[in-house]
């Protein structure tokens, strides 16, 4: 019979500690988390599921508000910092594809089908089977960077 009343406990709480969460930015560029839908700037729905694990959740009195509001500023809280972290990820994602793509272009410019002379200063052609062979490597040396670049720049 305890554990009956236990879980229809939990269940009824974790009912009431759902609720419509809002996230919004300010004029300033900052990233704002509240229970309430602000009204002069556009905001969109989050959801979060989180849970707090403490003692207070297993115990069977109905919680006070103070205990709803800082269940609330926590799941907010852990909204936020997750949030963070997930817009940092991103970031880093595309420094990475874009320094990949640099590297890339690179590459292709860097073909060049000839030497320069040290004392003259003059250009020097290999022989067609030399520069067929250079022309292979960097080739092989392009489609390599490319397979990296696409992983680079993939979505996960």
Not at 82 to 87: A, F, I, K, V
Request: aromatic share 8%; glycine share 4%; proline share 4%.
């Amino acid at each position: 019979m305890k554990t009956f009343l236990l879980l229809i406990t939990l269940a009824t709480t974790s009912c009431l500690a759902e609720g419509k969460y809002y996230k919004w930015i300010d004029k300033q560029g900052n990233i704002h988390y509240s229970e309430n839908k602000p009204e002069n700037n556009p905001s969109s729905e989050i959801n979060i599921i989180t849970s707090k694990p403490t003692s207070e959740m297993s115990t069977s009195e109905p919680k006070g508000k103070s205990d709803r509001k800082k269940e609330t500023s926590y799941k907010l809280e852990k909204f936020a910092e997750q949030d963070q972290y997930r817009r940092e990820k991103e970031k880093a994602r595309k420094r990475r594809c874009r320094d990949a793509k640099k590297s890339m272009n690179k590459l292709k410019a860097s073909f060049v089908p000839y030497s320069i002379d040290t004392r003259s200063g003059g250009r020097i052609y290999p022989s067609s089977r030399t520069a067929s062979k250079i022309k292979a490597r960097q080739q092989e040396r392009i489609r390599k960077k490319q397979i990296l670049v696409s992983t680079a720049c993939k979505r996960k």
